[in-house]
C-alpha cells in the first residue's frame, strides 16, 4: 500500500501499478483484474460493451434467512438486465463462503444469472470488498466510468430493501466540456506522489497539458515549453501538470536532468488521456485544457505548437482572466469568511438545529465539552458511512473524553435522519443544504459543492486544537482518539 505525502492532504489509495491489495476512493483509477466466475468463465474489462461504465456489486458475507444468496441474487437479476442494456458492464462479488451454496443450486437459472451478473468469489482475505471498503453487513455498489475511474460508492443494509439502491444508478461518465465542470480524478505522479484535481478547488487555477511519448523529441519540447515560466504561472496561482503516455521509468531516463519542478503523470495505458479525450489513432495526442480554481474548464487547446506553448497558455490564461489572483468568478467566494478557521484560535461561532430540531450552539460546549465537527460529502455513500462508522464504534472512548461528535453533510434533515437511523448513528447530524457552515469552515469553497471531508476538534475553551483534512475513514475514530491524547484533550 502507497501512502499519502501528508502535505497533499489525500486518504490512502492504490498506486496506479498496485493490484486491488488498497482500497479506493472516489476519483481514483480502479484497476480490477482478469477474473474467473462460478462458472469458469473469464471475466475481464470489456471497452467496446462498457460505454456507460462498469458496475461492480458486492455482497455482504453477513446474511440472514431473508438475505440468502439467493434471495439477493434474484432481487439483482432485473436490474443487471437493464444495467446491459444501458452499457454497462456488470460484476457481482459475492463472499468466498457463499461459493459452495451457489454452486450446489445447480439450475439453468442459476446458470444463466451466473452469466448475467457475472458472478465471482471473492477470495478468503476479502480482497474485493476491502479494496471498495464494503461493509460486510451491507451491499455495495460501485460505479466506475467508461474511462477506468471509480466514481460513486452507495452501500444499504442486506436486511433493508435495496431495490431503491440499485435504481439509483444511472451512467455517470464525465464528459470534458467547455464552462462545465473538468472531470475529476487521482493518479500517482513519477515521484509518487498524488495529484487531486478535486485538491486544487478553491485555491489554484490547474493547466493539464497532454504530450506523446518524451521519446520523441517534439513531445519533449512541449513538456520543456513550460520550464523557466514557473514563476509566472505561480504568480497567477496556477499549477501546470504533464499527463504523458510513458512509464514513470521512461520518464526519470528521458526526463530527470532536465529540472522540471512541476507534477508529470505516468500514463502508459492512457486511462488519463480517455478521460480527457485526448486521444487520436490509439495514441495520446498533444492537448491542454485549462482549468480555473472553481473546477470548471475554462479552454481547451487542440492546437499545440510544443516550442511555444507554455507562453501560448499563459497568453490564453491574460485573455480569460486567469492571469490575475483577484478574478470577477471568485470574488463573492473571497469575501466569506473562509480561512476564519486557524489552529490556535477561537473556533468561529454557529449555531444551527440539528435533523431533531434541536439547536446546536457552539457557545453552549464552552467550559464544558470538546467538540469534534466532522465533514462528510453525502449520506448513504460508502466512504462516508465507514468515515462515520469508525466514530459511532468509539462512542463510548469520546464520552469519557468529555467529547460530542456533531456531523455535518448538505443532506436534508429528512435524509440526513434515515442514514443515521440505518447505520445507527447516535451523534447529531447538522443539514448545511446552504452550505453556511461549510463554508465558514473551509469544507466548500462555494454554494454548489458538496462539503469535502474534514473533521474539526475544537476544545472546551472553543480553541481549534487540530483540523485533519486527510481523513483516513476506516480509521478516522481511532485517529482523531490518538491525536487527542497528543494534544492532551480529554
Given at each position: 500500500m502507497v501512502l499519502a505525502p501528508k502535505a497533499h492532504s489525500l486518504p490512502t489509495t492504490p498506486s496506479i501499478q498496485s493490484g486491488v491489495n488498497s482500497p479506493m476512493v472516489e476519483g481514483a483509477f480502479a484497476p480490477l483484474p482478469p477474473l474467473v466466475n462460478l462458472n469458469g468463465k473469464a471475466w475481464k474489462r470489456d471497452v467496446e460493451?462498457?460505454?456507460?461504465?462498469?458496475?461492480?456489486?458486492?455482497?455482504?458475507?453477513?446474511?440472514?434467512?431473508?438475505?440468502?444468496?439467493?434471495?439477493?441474487?434474484?432481487?439483482?437479476?432485473?436490474?443487471?438486465?437493464?444495467?446491459?442494456?444501458?452499457?454497462?458492464?456488470?460484476?457481482?462479488?459475492?463472499?468466498?463462503?457463499?461459493?459452495?451454496?451457489?454452486?450446489?443450486i445447480n439450475t439453468p437459472e442459476v446458470q444463466s444469472d451466473i452469466e448475467l451478473l457475472n458472478l465471482v468469489a471473492d477470495d478468503s482475505e476479502e480482497t474485493l470488498a476491502k479494496m471498495f471498503l464494503a461493509d460486510s453487513r451491507a451491499l455495495t455498489v460501485a460505479q466506475i466510468d467508461s474511462a477506468g475511474f471509480l466514481r460513486q460508492v452507495?452501500?444499504?443494509?442486506?436486511?433493508?430493501?435495496?431495490?431503491?439502491?440499485?435504481?439509483?444508478?444511472?451512467?455517470?461518465?464525465?464528459?470534458?466540456k467547455l464552462n462545465e465542470q473538468a472531470p475529476d480524478f487521482l493518479m500517482i505522479d513519477s515521484n509518487g506522489r498524488f495529484v487531486n484535481l478535486a485538491r486544487y478547488r478553491g485555491q489554484k487555477n490547474v493547466v493539464l497539458t497532454f504530450g506523446g511519448d518524451v521519446k520523441?523529441?517534439?513531445?519533449?519540447?512541449?513538456?520543456?515549453?513550460?520550464?523557466?515560466l514557473e514563476a509566472n504561472?505561480?504568480?497567477?496561482?496556477?499549477?501546470?501538470?504533464?499527463?504523458?503516455?510513458?512509464?514513470?521509468?521512461?520518464?526519470?531516463?528521458?526526463?530527470?536532468?532536465?529540472?522540471?519542478s512541476y507534477p508529470m503523470i505516468p500514463d502508459p495505458q492512457s486511462h488519463l488521456a480517455s478521460l480527457y479525450d485526448a486521444r487520436l489513432g490509439g495514441q495520446t495526442k498533444p492537448k491542454s485544457v485549462i482549468i480555473d480554481e472553481d473546477g470548471i474548464v475554462r479552454a481547451i487547446e487542440d492546437d499545440v505548437k510544443v516550442a511555444t506553448h507554455g507562453r501560448d497558455i499563459l497568453e490564453k490564461m491574460k485573455k480569460l482572466g486567469l492571469a490575475q489572483k483577484n478574478s470577477s468568478m471568485v470574488s463573492s467566494i473571497a469575501q466569506l469568511p473562509i480561512g476564519a478557521l486557524a489552529v490556535g484560535q477561537a473556533a468561529p461561532a454557529f449555531s444551527m438545529t440539528d435533523m431533531n430540531g434541536q439547536a446546536r450552539t457552539l457557545a453552549d460546549l464552552k467550559g464544558q465539552k470538546n467538540l469534534l465537527l466532522t465533514f462528510f460529502p453525502k449520506c448513504f455513500t460508502g466512504g462516508c458511512q465507514n468515515h462515520l462508522s469508525s466514530i459511532r464504534d468509539r462512542a463510548a472512548q469520546f464520552a469519557a473524553a468529555n467529547t460530542e461528535v456533531w456531523a455535518v453533510s448538505i443532506d436534508s434533515h429528512d435524509v440526513q435522519r434515515d442514514f443515521a437511523?440505518?447505520?445507527?448513528?447516535?451523534?447529531?447530524?447538522?443539514?448545511?443544504?446552504?452550505?453556511?457552515?461549510?463554508?465558514?469552515?473551509?469544507?466548500?469553497?462555494?454554494?454548489?459543492?458538496?462539503?469535502?471531508?474534514?473533521?474539526?476538534?475544537?476544545?472546551?475553551?472553543?480553541?481549534?486544537?487540530?483540523?485533519?483534512?486527510?481523513?483516513?475513514?476506516?480509521?478516522?475514530?481511532?485517529?482523531?482518539?490518538?491525536?487527542?491524547t497528543e494534544l492532551g484533550v480529554n
Open positions: 460493451k462498457e460505454a456507460a461504465g462498469i458496475i461492480v456489486v458486492i455482497i455482504g458475507a453477513s446474511s440472514t434467512p431473508q438475505t440468502t444468496p439467493a434471495t439477493i441474487v434474484a432481487q439483482l437479476r432485473e436490474q443487471a438486465s437493464q444495467w446491459k442494456q444501458q452499457n454497462f458492464n456488470v460484476l457481482t462479488v459475492i463472499p468466498a463462503t457463499f461459493k459452495p451454496t451457489i454452486e450446489q452507495v452501500s444499504v443494509p442486506l436486511n433493508r430493501d435495496f431495490g431503491t439502491i440499485l435504481r439509483s444508478v444511472k451512467p455517470l461518465n464525465p464528459v470534458l520523441g523529441c517534439s513531445c519533449s519540447s512541449q513538456v520543456l515549453s513550460f520550464k523557466g504561472f505561480a504568480a497567477s496561482e496556477t499549477s501546470v501538470v504533464a499527463i504523458l503516455p510513458n512509464t514513470s521509468e521512461e520518464l526519470e531516463k528521458h526526463l530527470a536532468t532536465q529540472g522540471i437511523a440505518m447505520w445507527k448513528f447516535e451523534f447529531p447530524f447538522l443539514p448545511d443544504t446552504g452550505r453556511n457552515l461549510s463554508l465558514l469552515y473551509g469544507a466548500a469553497k462555494n454554494t454548489e459543492q458538496f462539503a469535502d471531508r474534514m473533521s474539526v476538534l475544537i476544545d472546551k475553551n472553543g480553541v481549534v486544537r487540530w483540523v485533519d483534512r486527510n481523513v483516513q475513514v476506516g480509521s478516522h475514530g481511532e485517529d482523531v482518539l490518538k491525536k487527542m
